[in-house]
């Protein structure tokens, strides 16, 4: 069943930390990102670990593999739940990424999921700064088979290009899709979105919503509303 993960894309902890208070008992995932970790560092996780809920960490990281190796195993060691790489780092890169995360697991515990970025969903056709680049969900088709390949497990792609990622490496490889938008909503700096309940009937295995929610009168109305699209899709 798909489940929906709430991005916390704010400047500070305390706002990030209230926001997510206030959508308890809705969704259980929540996403902490470049901004919100840059400014407040690991005490922004634990405080989300302490109140009971999934942590993605979504620092995509892309470096030479023995950086992301320690980075990843250093994100590992926080306790999140999820942590995303680059799939144009290549093979060796996913690997160590892989290998880090298994060095930073505690014994007898569950390791976090690792996932790579195919192509980021604020990109459209000739946003690729290379001529004669195929088209983004082309090319998120090809990084994909390759991150099945290198052992991840799966990827983050848009919801256009799901049906086609499962159908080319199964069932079993998760798709995470940024780029959710309600109908009616604006698409922000978004450009290859689909609804919550496109995204599930593609078989997205998680939904990340940001600003939807979290710039929403009532941000667990707005979750919930998200979540029953989802359930009846």
């Known amino acids: 069943m798909s489940e929906l993960v709430v991005a916390l894309d704010?400047?500070?902890?305390?706002?990030?930390?209230a926001m997510a208070k206030s959508l308890k008992g809705t969704a259980a995932w929540m996403k902490v990102g470049l901004e919100?970790?840059?400014?407040?560092?690991?005490?922004?996780?634990?405080?989300?670990?302490?109140?009971?809920?999934?942590?993605f960490l979504d620092m995509k990281f892309f470096d030479i593999p023995n950086t992301v190796q320690g980075a990843?195993?250093?994100?590992?060691?926080?306790g999140v739940d999820m942590v995303n790489i680059h799939a144009l780092g290549g093979r060796r890169m996913?690997?160590?990424?892989?290998?880090?995360?298994?060095e930073g697991a505690p014994e007898g515990k569950d390791r976090p999921l690792v996932l790579a970025v195919?192509?980021?969903?604020?990109?459209a056709a000739g946003d690729l700064p290379v001529e004669g680049a195929p088209e983004p969900s082309e090319m998120a088709l090809d990084l994909a088979r390759r991150v099945r390949d290198y052992g991840l497990d799966g990827v983050v792609c848009s919801g256009l290009e799901v049906e086609r990622?499962?159908?080319?490496?199964?069932d079993d490889f998760l798709c995470l899709t940024p780029g959710i938008r309600p109908a009616g909503t604006a698409g922000d700096d978004q450009r290859r979105v689909v609804t919550p309940a496109g995204a599930v009937r593609s078989g997205s295995d998680f939904l990340v919503v940001g600003r939807p929610v979290?710039?929403?009168?009532?941000?667990?109305?707005?979750?919930?509303?998200?979540?029953?699209?989802?359930?009846?899709a």
Not at 10 to 17: G, I
């Open 214 to 232: 979290t710039g929403a009168d009532s941000p667990a109305e707005a979750a919930r509303a998200i979540l029953d699209e989802m359930a009846g």
């Open 10 to 17: 704010f400047k500070d902890a305390r706002s990030a930390l």
């Open 118 to 123: 195919t192509m980021l969903t604020s990109m």
């Open 36 to 55: 919100l970790f840059t400014a407040e560092g690991p005490a922004v996780v634990s405080g989300l670990k302490e109140m009971g809920f999934k942590v």
């Open 94 to 102: 996913a690997e160590a990424a892989m290998a880090g995360c298994l």
């Open 165 to 170: 990622i499962k159908a080319a490496c199964g």
């Open 72 to 78: 990843v195993r250093s994100a590992t060691r926080l």
